[in-house]
């Protein structure tokens, strides 16, 4: 047994980083982790292996479509999955022992084992019993299953995007289950290694939340990839047979019952918080209605010197929110005055074009009655997107009309998630459109299309 300042519960960007925040302030720390790796669901099931296979199966894209254009000539690409998998596989090990060396060198203990709080004060592991001053939860979330359907997800024909990022083969039919970020970007990877991809949603439009116009395009340009959708369509039964499966789904806007056959069912209709075993009921610990975990302003729970961050708690489930989290948790611990502005926190969809966006969609904007003004700027007239095949999509800026505030910005297009970084930038510091339009970028680079999409909130942009 063994006493510490604090004690984190899950290695996820959450855990991770919190518990390196931690030891660099002075705190006594260690970390709990069931896995056989660090990193929680981020690195070894989700993010990190995820943008290996989007980015192996955009080379495969390029080769088949662009590399003849540019008088690269070569035959046609043959996917050799087994080592595609290999290769991602590899991807996650340098990530993973990556923390391990950062808590070595942080001297962040790593306790092995699922850790549960049998009292304030009080983390067990196994049967070791530490004593930590402060107890972080970072459990993370877990897949979702459909609500209201009749389902069981195997992992092998009913997939997670666990089981869907190690298929044993690469499947002829696919029917993703759920529009959202999760579904879109694993149902393209496979569209782009010859799959028959069909995505089912229940609401009228793909990525529920995201700039109405964005959607629509972004989903365009998904169709040209050979993305079929079913839009407005409630799944009530996924059946397993021997070696495929049947999706049954009602569409909404007439009742009329349709069926779909695939090799492999992908469910992804979002994640729910993780907190089994932890031992929540018999400490006390406040959940709200969602199942999630109730935490004050300064990631309290209900319980004294018991803190929750992440998925656990209520916000986006983006491991870059629980990190921001993470880190704030470990300097208030430590006296400091942090502050996390979670009006300034992007959303990323990894495909090819990416999809980027921060602050206020136009639809918040009208529902709040903002008074907010367009700046928009189509990637057609950036001359190094046209150079690289890469001009579908456009930047959108929002700024207030009175002030010139940036109030959000949308991009879908090349590298969009960088990109979306200088508005956030912007925003932190309260920017107006006009500074953005008034600082010089480089020539030629996809982040002309920013300061084009800035212009345009004034007198109008160069290239349009």
Same mark, same amino acid.
């Given at each position: ?6 004690? *984190? ?5 959450? #855990? ?5 925040? =931690? ?7 260690? =970390? ?5 790796? !660090? ?7 989700? =993010? ?5 296979? &989007? ?17 690269? @000539? ?42 549960? *709080?049998?009292?304030?004060? @009080?983390? @067990? ?43 044993? @083969? ?49 989903? /365009?340009? &998904? /169709? ?6 079913? &839009? ?6 996924? $059946? ?39 031992? !929540? ?7 709200t209605d969602r199942g999630q975990i109730a935490t004050d302003g300064s990631y309290r729970t209900s319980v004294p010197g018991v803190y929750a961050i992440g998925d656990? *708690?209520?916000?986006?489930? !983006?491991?870059?929110?629980? $990190? ?29 074009? $990416? ?41 959108? &800026?929002?700024?207030?009309? /009175? ?9 879908? #297009? ?25 600082? =010089? ?24």
């Open positions: 047994m063994a006493s510490y300042d604090v004690i *984190i519960i899950g290695s996820g960007p959450g #855990g991770y980083v919190c518990a390196i925040r =931690c030891a660099q302030l002075g705190l006594k720390t260690a =970390c709990v982790e069931g896995r056989e790796t !660090l990193g929680g669901t981020c690195l070894n099931v989700g =993010c990190i292996p995820s943008k290996a296979l &989007l980015h192996a199966s955009h080379q495969v894209h390029e080769a088949e479509h662009n590399f003849e254009k540019m008088g690269v @000539k070569v035959s046609a690409p043959k996917i050799d999955w087994k080592q595609m998998l290999a290769y991602k596989d590899d991807v996650i090990g340098q990530n993973t022992k990556g923390i391990e060396f950062l808590f070595k060198k942080s001297k962040v203990d790593w306790l092995k084992g699922w850790g549960s *709080i049998p009292e304030a004060g @009080k983390v @067990k592991v196994g049967d070791e019993v530490h004593d930590a001053k402060h107890i972080i939860i970072a459990s993370g979330s877990e897949s979702a299953s459909i609500p209201g359907a009749e389902v069981e997800i195997d992992e092998k024909i009913v997939v997670t995007s666990t089981g869907a990022l190690e298929l044993p @083969k690469i499947p002829k039919k696919m029917v993703v289950v759920g529009g959202g970020v999760i579904g879109l970007e694993l149902g393209s990877v496979y569209a782009r290694l010859g799959t028959d991809v069909t995505v089912v949603e229940f609401m009228d439009g793909i990525t529920p939340g995201q700039d109405v116009e964005v959607a629509r395009q972004f989903q /365009k340009i &998904l /169709k040209k990839q050979g993305l079929d959708f079913v &839009l407005g369509a409630a799944v009530s039964k996924v $059946e397993t047979l021997k070696t495929k499966a049947k999706v049954t789904y009602k569409l909404r806007k007439d009742d009329s019952e349709h069926v779909l056959d695939a090799d492999v069912v992908l469910v992804s209709t979002g994640r729910k918080p993780y907190t089994e075993g932890l031992g !929540l009921d018999a400490l006390g610990v406040k959940l656990v *708690i209520d916000g986006p489930m !983006l491991a870059h929110k629980a $990190e921001d989290e993470g880190m704030a948790v470990a300097e208030m611990i430590a006296g400091q005055h942090p502050h996390v502005n979670y009006d300034v926190i992007p959303g990323v969809i990894y495909t090819h074009p $990416e999809v980027g966006s921060v602050g206020k969609t136009e639809e918040e904007l009208k529902a709040a009655g903002i008074d907010y003004k367009v700046g928009k700027f189509s990637f057609m007239g950036n001359g190094r997107a046209k150079a690289n095949f890469a001009a579908d999509g456009f930047v959108k &800026l929002l700024a207030d009309k /009175k002030t010139d505030r940036i109030l959000g910005c949308h991009v879908i #297009g090349p590298m969009a998630g960088d990109l979306i970084h200088e508005v956030c930038v912007a925003m932190e510091f309260g920017a107006a459109a006009e500074d953005i339009a008034r600082t =010089c970028h480089a020539h030629p680079t996809y982040s002309e299309a920013m300061r084009e999409a800035a212009l345009a909130c004034g007198d109008g942009a160069i290239h349009a």
